[in-house]
């Protein structure tokens, strides 16, 4: 397995829009604040607070998965295969398809490859 380079997690967000390590000591990023050259300040902010709580969750979620976008990928074509094997027949085919993509996802999840 390759060595982490990023922060490791948890990530938390402070003052509303700033990204920082789980001590809480530590920024990692920042999604801005009331910057705005539209003249939309609130909205920015309320944006920018939006941002920064989605990068957290989604590398929270991501935790402990080698290749994020790997499994994202792999998760997809799972449940591309399992409603396309619902709305055929139920052929042992379909079934043989969800089985491999199961199979990819969970090689996803381990960092590896099918």
């Given at each position: 397995?390759?060595?982490q380079?990023?922060?490791?997690?948890?990530?938390?967000?402070?003052?509303?829009?700033n990204v920082?390590d789980?001590?809480?000591?530590?920024a990692?990023g920042s999604?801005g604040g009331?910057?705005?050259?539209?003249?939309?300040?609130q909205?920015?902010?309320?944006?920018?607070?939006?941002?920064a709580a989605?990068?957290?969750a989604?590398?929270?979620?991501?935790?402990g998965?080698p290749?994020p976008?790997?499994?994202?990928?792999?998760a997809?074509n799972?449940?591309?295969?399992?409603?396309?094997?619902?709305?055929d027949?139920g052929s042992?085919?379909g079934?043989?398809?969800?089985?491999?993509?199961m199979?990819?996802?969970?090689?996803?999840l381990r960092?590896?490859?099918?």
């Amino acid at each position: 397995m390759t060595e982490q380079k990023h922060t490791p997690e948890p990530w938390i967000v402070r003052y509303g829009f700033n990204v920082f390590d789980k001590s809480g000591d530590r920024a990692i990023g920042s999604c801005g604040g009331y910057q705005s050259n539209g003249g939309d300040g609130q909205r920015v902010h309320n944006e920018n607070e939006a941002n920064a709580a989605r990068i957290v969750a989604t590398v929270n979620a991501m935790a402990g998965v080698p290749n994020p976008a790997a499994f994202v990928a792999a998760a997809r074509n799972a449940l591309a295969s399992f409603n396309a094997w619902g709305e055929d027949d139920g052929s042992d085919d379909g079934y043989d398809k969800v089985c491999k993509a199961m199979a990819a996802l969970a090689a996803a999840l381990r960092g590896g490859g099918e």
